[in-house]
Antibody, heavy 118, light 108 residues
Framework: QLQLQESGSGLVKPSQTLSLTCAVSGGSISSGGYSWSWIRQPPGKGLEWIGY???????YYNPSLKSRVTISVDRSKNQFSLKLSSVTAADTAVYYCARVAAAWFDPWGQGTLVTVSS | QSVLTQPPSVSGAPGQRVTISCTGS?????????VHWYQQLPGTAPKLLIY???NRPSGVPDRFSGSKSGTSASLAITGLQAEDEADYYC????????FGGGTKLTVL
C-alpha cells in the first residue's frame, strides 16, 4: 500500500524559505505515470492546492504562489520536495503531500505543521 | 473565499440522511470538470471519499454517494453514524485544482 510521509522544519522565520520533503514508500515514485502534489491547510481553515510535479518532471503551480514555489523530485530517493520562499505568517499551515490520480488526490500524507514565526 | 461554495455546517441524527452541496460556476463544474469529495476526520489528513462525481474507492461504504448536475454537485450520506462526524471538502478544476471551503458534519 502506497504511503507518503512529510518531513522538514516545523518552524521557519519570516522572510526565510520553507523546505519540506515527502517520502514515498510502498511503491516507486517513477511508476504508473503519476504526478505528485503539495496541498496546505491553515489552522482552522480549508484546503489550498500549492502545485504539482508531473511524471515528466515539469511543474505547475498555484498562480497565487507561483513566484515563491519550487517543487522538485529525487527519484533515486523516492521522494519529492517543496520550497516556499519569503514566507510570512500567512504561510503557517499543515502541509500535505499527495499523489495525483487522474484529477483527484489519493493517498495523502499525514501532514506536517509549519509555523512561521520569529 | 473559495471558488466552490459549500455550506459551513450540516447536522443530522443517527440513521438519517444528509446532503452536502458544492456550488461552482461555468468555469469549473459547469465546464464539465469532475467533482471529487474528501472526508477529514478530526486531527487527520483528508481521505478520498468520492472521485469522478459518483465513484467510491474500495473500502468506502455505499452509504456515501455523489452526484453532479449543471454547476453543482452533492454528497449524500445515508444511515448516518457517529463516526461520520467530520469535515467534508469538494474539489474540482478551474485552471488549477480548487477546493470548496469545507462543511462540518455534526451527528446529533
Amino acid at each position: 500500500q502506497l504511503q507518503l510521509q512529510e518531513s522538514g522544519s516545523g518552524l521557519v522565520k519570516p522572510s526565510q524559505t520553507l523546505s519540506l520533503t515527502c517520502a514515498v514508500s510502498g511503491g516507486s515514485i517513477s511508476s504508473g505515470g503519476y504526478s505528485w502534489s503539495w496541498i496546505r491547510q491553515p489552522p482552522g481553515k480549508g484546503l489550498e492546492w500549492i502545485g504539482y510535479i508531473y511524471h515528466s518532471g515539469s511543474t505547475y503551480y498555484n498562480p497565487s504562489l507561483k513566484s515563491r514555489v519550487t517543487i522538485s523530485v529525487d527519484r533515486s530517493k523516492n521522494q519529492f520536495s517543496l520550497k516556499l520562499s519569503s514566507v510570512t505568517a500567512a504561510d503557517t499551515a499543515v502541509y500535505y503531500c499527495a499523489r495525483v490520480a487522474a484529477a483527484w488526490f489519493d493517498p495523502w500524507g499525514q501532514g506536517t505543521l509549519v509555523t512561521v514565526s520569529s | 473565499q473559495s471558488v466552490l461554495t459549500q455550506p459551513p455546517s450540516v447536522s443530522g441524527a443517527p440513521g438519517q440522511r444528509v446532503t452536502i452541496s458544492c456550488t461552482g460556476s461555468s468555469s469549473n463544474i459547469g465546464a464539465g470538470y469532475d467533482v471529487h469529495w474528501y472526508q477529514q476526520l478530526p486531527g487527520t489528513a483528508p481521505k478520498l471519499l468520492i472521485y469522478g462525481n459518483s465513484n467510491r474507492p474500495s473500502g468506502v461504504p455505499d452509504r456515501f454517494s455523489g452526484s453532479k448536475s449543471g454547476t453543482s454537485a452533492s454528497l449524500a450520506i445515508t444511515g448516518l453514524q457517529a463516526e461520520d462526524e467530520a469535515d467534508y471538502y469538494c474539489q474540482s478544476y478551474d485552471s488549477s485544482p480548487v477546493f470548496g471551503g469545507g462543511t462540518k458534519l455534526t451527528v446529533l
